[in-house]
């Protein structure tokens, strides 16, 4: 089962006198991602190398450093670690000693590493997204239910009778939902399952 970050981390350690500080953060695309990684990088230090995975899209940069020592090792580590939906920016300030290619991909990727292993980790849930129809007087008891059935609210729309909600919750759950939805709704309501 793949994870994702809780929360932000982040790790530093010093390398043969290069501080290497390596920032890690849970996104959900490659907007997101690409967005952490200009906010988070730093203009005055020697390299700003980051890799991000979402999926089976991925994404990673060597930002000057020599071919393949930077993001693909960056990358590995986050692959090694059974992760996902997250980007991670490594930026290295030189201290004047050459580290070699070998010595540059075990440094990035040992960094991402342990940031990665220090972190707080959460199992990642695929959810499916769905839509329903309720009337006013149902909307509260749907509602109140969401939680224990893990489904998160993305949107409502109001009109005239009550509300469409637009719903991701794990697909296990599915079943359940639709059960309690045609409770509510003494069986006038149906779950539509996003494409």
């Known amino acids: 089962m793949p994870f994702t970050l809780a929360s932000p981390c982040e790790y530093q350690e010093i390398i043969r006198k290069s501080r290497f500080l390596t920032h890690a953060v849970q996104v959900d695309t490659p907007e997101q991602a690409l967005a952490f990684i200009q906010r988070i990088s730093d203009p005055s230090a020697s390299h700003n190398c980051w890799a991000w995975k979402i999926g089976n899209l991925y994404r990673f940069s060597d930002d000057g450093e020599p071919g393949g020592t930077a993001g693909r090792p960056m990358l590995t580590a986050i692959e090694g670690q059974d992760c996902d939906r997250l980007v991670v920016v490594t930026t290295r300030w030189f201290g004047g000693i ?9 440094a990035y990727g040992g960094s991402v590493a342990k940031c ?3 972190s707080v980790l959460q199992p990642l849930v695929t959810r499916v997204h769905c839509s329903c129809h309720c009337r006013f007087n149902e909307l509260p008891i749907l509602k109140s239910r969401l939680q224990e059935l893990e ?3 993305e949107a409502e729309h109001f009109d005239a009778e009550g509300a469409t909600l637009e719903l991701a919750l794990p ?3 599915l079943q359940d939902l639709q059960v309690l939805l045609s409770d509510i709704s003494r ?6 399952v996003a494409e």
């Open 98 to 106: 050459q580290l070699g290619t070998g010595g540059l991909a075990r």
């Open 116 to 118: 990665l292993q220090a």
């Open 187 to 192: 069986g006038r309501s149906r779950l539509q």
């Open 171 to 173: 697909g296990e759950k």
């Open 151 to 153: 489904a998160l609210l």
